[in-house]
């Protein structure tokens, strides 16, 4: 089984900043990319941001500048910082990631549970 568990998000005022991480752990044999989706309500759940096993990145084009992803090989986890933050960033936040498990030939797509992140005016 393979678990992403991210944590933090929560309130904050437009202007701050917020970063939180998401670890992914179980049976995980290798790591094609990690990311960040964001679904405000009502709306479709779109990409924020990709990092791939080597290290290049993604970013959702209204989005550059302010977000940034980040990871830490050894634990399997990644983050995401965001910076200059808006009413509009509000939304939950989920972790993806595209990874192989033990065992198995063909990776896999896998999702955190998601965390809320709200942006006060």
């Known amino acids: 089984q393979v678990q992403l568990v991210e944590s933090g998000g929560g309130l904050v005022q437009a202007g701050g900043s917020l970063r939180f991480p998401c670890a992914a752990s179980?049976?995980?044999?290798?790591?094609?990319?990690m990311a960040w989706y964001r679904q405000a309500p009502g709306k479709q759940r779109d990409l924020v941001a990709i990092?791939?096993?080597?290290?290049?990145?993604t970013y959702a084009d209204s989005l550059k500048g302010r977000f940034t992803i980040s990871r830490d090989n050894a634990k399997n986890t990644v983050y995401l910082q965001m910076n200059s933050l808006k009413p509009e960033d509000t939304a939950v936040y989920y972790c993806?990631?595209?990874?192989?498990?033990?065992?198995?030939?063909?990776?896999?797509?896998?999702w955190g549970q998601g965390t809320q992140v709200t942006v006060s005016s």
């Open positions: 993806n990631a595209i990874l192989r498990q033990t065992g198995r030939l063909l990776p896999n797509y896998f």
């Open positions: 179980g049976s995980i044999f290798s790591m094609n990319r």
């Open positions: 990092l791939t096993s080597h290290g290049n990145t």
